[in-house]
């Protein structure tokens, strides 16, 4: 090896070990992940308008739901049900400054097909009933599966009223 | 008033006299047989003005009367349940008064009816005094649907594909959701209602009706009768199902739907799941976890304190994920206000109040020869973010956060003796409170496992923020970690401490504030002989850990000192190659080299790197693998200087350093690459001795790649 390549080693070395005494004195993470904490379900987008979501906090059960507008309180919307029904499930996470913010969403899978009232796009949110009823969906953090809200939208055929 | 002097002290015995005379009449004889006379365990109680409550030695005086308090609600669903020791009474006595549970209450009916809808009284009697309470029992207005329950939506979802980051996707998703047959598990569907408002109702207990169909050559047959009772034992009102240990290894299809002729016939009004059936305790709450800890002394006061009675169970299967919570955990875990070894004067006084105490274990099992015990997490997830952090090493009382290396673990499993039980863990994802970070208080974060002299299968795991996922230690025989994968740990992301046989197989494991695997020769002699060697394997696996040097974990084991010469040797290699251990990153101070440190292998006895004579190896597939006695090291032990670095690349090629030049085995240069336009490493790691002017050296695993920039 040539003389002047250790010396440049040996140099290097020297300067790293001076700049890491100097400055480098507390230990540093330079791409530290931040997490998903909080998964909030801001609406429900059916065509162009968009619904309110409130916050059901029981024993039993909770998670969003769909908030009817025709009420003054707090109580669940029953959408009313025509044959491919699609809404969108928007969100949004905490921390802001969240390092992955995407969630995937999911329901629950029967296996049978009669007993499905709903399916949803694992990436997108797009909801689709297959008949009238109320189904739940959970948005799931990517980047910890274990962070989770759930909400509930229920649809019902008007037209047996 | 001489004559009053004489007539007040004759008043006195005749007003005494008198009062005698007139409570005559109160004063209870309990050994009598006289019908009048209250007896307050009497079923039949005489009502009567004058009782007295002597309850616990306080006279209260006469009962006045009772008034009701909670736990009963005005309407509840047919069928429903109502848990009479809920109830609470006030009974008001002339003195004073009294919260009476249900337990101490008697009631008429003794089962309160919700078989049929309508209106219905409940007479409470506590002493001789009753009330009535009016209930209505009612239909669902309106059911929806039935919808599976959601721990097992939870389930569906662990088990789906995931998108373009597979991180958090189990890599077998095959494996079946599993019952133990130890306990009776409850299968509780969501059960969408509404009242005649439209407004939801939240039914917590209905009556079911159940099938269940044992697969048999791939058919589902139903089971009745005999049959159906010889394999479970369900309760259709708490909708829970006990498998005996007939069923154990079978597969079941259970299928419910709400008792009744309305429900008895639509798709919408039933839910089905397959399960098998196993050996085991079925786990939905941290308590449960107790059963899992049959070493651990400090848990025998909480116990107590929940009416928890410690069961022998085979096994163990989650059916929800788990958060651990920090007022679960028994006092004894933790340092705590008045303990002998806390002192307000203490330098991490502010730090040290319920942080857990180092060097143990929170749910630690002793496992005996010929055991297999299998922890099945059913692909759910174990969450201790929420734990304390350890704040002293050891007793060692620190003033700034930081210098701690934590020692506590989550689960630990011990073999008993002096021989080794077979323990496996799997289909289960767990989050810790120690991620790759700059906070210093998360050295004293939890590890997630520990074993020790056992045969331990880590199989189709998913675990993140973990100060290290696993650590083996020297009596462990053999480990074998399988289609796992870690993430994102405070310091190595695996641990063997003196295990012989270490195997990371099909397996993920990216991304530790130091290096991906630190493995130890525990407890050798002064010449490298003896003790406990590490010997890691890894096939078919993804190892990466790019660290700039200067996370918390280099500072923690005083490697930062080794940082520069590792800078510096990549870049000399950059001589001899296109490839070399560094890369250019970028951080937030500028470009800045970063390595990819996939394993340390040093002593046990010291936390810091040395260079101790020891053996051990660290195999990556069927490349060439550190040795320490192998034939490199071997043919080249009487070169001098020892001090300078050997390099041995996973294709075979080997240098050392003279003081001025690398040098192949036999001592002649090698040639630059400016030279010859060949790179003379070639493979994808670079196995590194170290001498620090110890009689050995320390082994170091990096990535070894074609050198580029992050920018």
């Not at chain 2, 959701?177 to 439209?198: C, K, L, M, Q, T």
Request: hydrophobic share 35%; aromatic share 12%.
């Amino acid at each position: 090896m040539r003389k002047s390549v250790v010396l440049i080693i040996s140099t290097i070395s020297l300067l790293a070990i001076i700049a890491i005494g100097l400055i480098f004195q507390r230990a540093k993470i330079y791409d530290e992940t931040v997490y998903i904490e909080e998964i909030i379900v801001k609406s429900v987008k059916i065509g162009d308008d968009f619904f309110e979501t409130y916050y059901y906090d029981h024993e039993t059960d909770y998670g969003y739901r769909v908030k009817d507008p025709n009420k003054d309180h707090n109580a669940q919307f029953a959408i009313p049900y025509q044959e491919n029904l699609t809404m969108l499930i928007i969100y949004e996470v905490k921390p802001e400054t969240s390092t992955n913010k995407n969630v995937t969403f999911h329901t629950t899978i029967h296996d049978d097909i009669e007993r499905q009232i709903a399916t949803v796009e694992r990436d997108s949110g797009l909801v689709t009933f297959l008949q009238d009823g109320t189904a739940s969906f959970d948005l799931r953090a990517v980047d910890n599966p274990a962070t989770t809200t759930k909400i509930k939208i229920r649809t019902k055929d008007f037209s047996f009223d | 008033m001489k004559k009053r002097r004489f007539i007040l002290p004759m008043l006195v015995p005749l007003l005494v006299v008198g009062l005698l005379l007139t409570s005559c009449d109160d004063i209870i004889d309990p050994t009598t047989t006289d019908p009048t006379t209250t007896d307050p365990t009497s079923s039949d109680p005489t009502p009567s003005d004058s009782i007295t409550d002597t309850t616990g030695d306080v006279d209260r005086g006469e009962l006045l009367r009772l008034e009701y308090v909670s736990g009963l609600k005005e309407q509840y669903m047919i069928h429903e349940q109502i848990d009479l020791d809920e109830v609470n009474v006030q009974a008001v006595f002339e003195n004073d008064s009294l919260l009476v549970t249900g337990k101490d209450l008697t009631f008429n009916p003794l089962v309160p009816l919700t078989n049929t809808i309508g209106v219905y009284h409940l007479e409470i009697s506590y002493l001789e005094k009753s009330i009535t309470r009016t209930y209505w029992v009612v239909e669902f207005d309106e059911i929806d649907n039935l919808d599976l329950p959601s721990s097992i939506a939870a389930y569906q979802a662990y088990i789906s594909e995931k998108g373009v980051d597979k991180r958090s996707e189990f890599m077998d998703r095959t494996q079946g959701y599993f019952v133990g047959s130890d306990n009776p598990w409850r299968f509780f569907p969501e059960i969408e209602a509404y009242d005649d408002d439209g407004e939801e109702v939240s039914v917590s207990a209905y009556h079911s009706s159940s099938k269940i169909f044992e697969k048999r050559a791939g058919e589902y047959v139903q089971l009745t009768g005999d049959d159906l009772d010889n394999v479970v034992t369900i309760d259709e009102f708490a909708s829970t199902y006990h498998f005996t240990s007939a069923a154990i290894d079978k597969t079941y299809r259970l299928t419910v739907r709400p008792y009744g002729e309305k429900y008895a016939t639509k798709a919408k009004y039933e839910v089905s799941f397959e399960i098998k059936v196993t050996q085991g305790y079925n786990v939905t709450k941290q308590d449960d976890l107790l059963h899992f800890d049959n070493y651990n002394s400090y848990w025998d006061p909480y116990r107590a304190s929940k009416n928890i009675t410690p069961i022998n169970i085979s096994g163990l299967i989650l059916h929800n994920d788990i958060k651990l919570k920090e007022e679960n955990i028994a006092d004894g875990f933790k340092y705590l206000e008045g303990d002998a070894d806390v002192k307000l004067t203490d330098k991490d006084y502010d730090r040290v109040i319920g942080s857990l105490r180092d060097n143990n274990d929170l749910y630690r099992r002793t496992i005996g020869a010929g055991e297999h015990f299998v922890f099945n997490g059913n692909y759910f997830n174990i969450d201790y973010t929420a734990l304390p952090y350890v704040v002293r090493e050891g007793e060692r009382i620190d003033e700034e956060p930081g210098k701690v290396i934590s020692h506590f673990s989550i689960f630990k499993v011990h073999g008993e003796d002096d021989t080794a039980g077979n323990f496996t863990m799997k289909n289960l994802s767990a989050t810790g409170n120690a991620n790759r970070t700059e906070v210093g208080i998360k050295s004293g974060g939890g590890m997630f496992l520990k074993v020790n002299k056992s045969i331990t299968n880590f199989y189709n795991t998913i675990v993140k923020q973990a100060f290290t996922i696993l650590i083996s230690e020297n009596e462990a025989e053999k480990i074998i970690i399988e289609k796992s994968r870690g993430y994102d740990t405070f310091s190595s992301l695996l641990y063997s401490w003196g295990t012989i046989d270490f195997t990371i197989k099909d397996s993920e494991f990216i991304g530790a504030g130091g290096p991906v695997i630190i493995a130890d020769h525990y407890d050798h002699a002064d010449d490298g002989t003896g003790g406990y060697p590490s010997n890691v394997k890894v096939i078919n696996s993804k190892l990466e850990s790019w660290v700039f040097g200067q996370e918390n974990w280099f500072t923690l084991v005083s490697a930062i000192a080794v940082v520069p010469q590792i800078i510096a040797l990549g870049v000399g290699l950059r001589v001899y190659g296109t490839n070399t251990i560094i890369r250019g990153g970028m951080t937030e101070d500028g470009p800045a080299e970063k390595f990819n440190l996939i394993g340390v292998m040093k002593s046990g006895g010291a936390q810091a790197p040395t260079s101790d004579k020891i053996q051990g190896t660290f195999q990556i597939d069927e490349t060439v693998g550190l040795d320490f006695d192998g034939p490199f090291m071997s043919a080249v032990a009487p070169y001098m200087p020892v001090e300078m670095p050997r390099f041995q690349s996973s294709g075979g090629e080997v240098a050392l350093h003279d003081g001025e030049k690398l040098v192949d085995a036999s001592n002649q240069p090698i040639i630059p690459y400016e030279y010859t336009n060949q790179n003379h490493f070639s493979g994808d790691y670079m196995n590194v001795y170290f001498n620090f002017g110890g009689n050995g050296h320390l082994g170091i695993v990096f990535g070894l790649a074609d050198y580029i920039t992050d920018y």
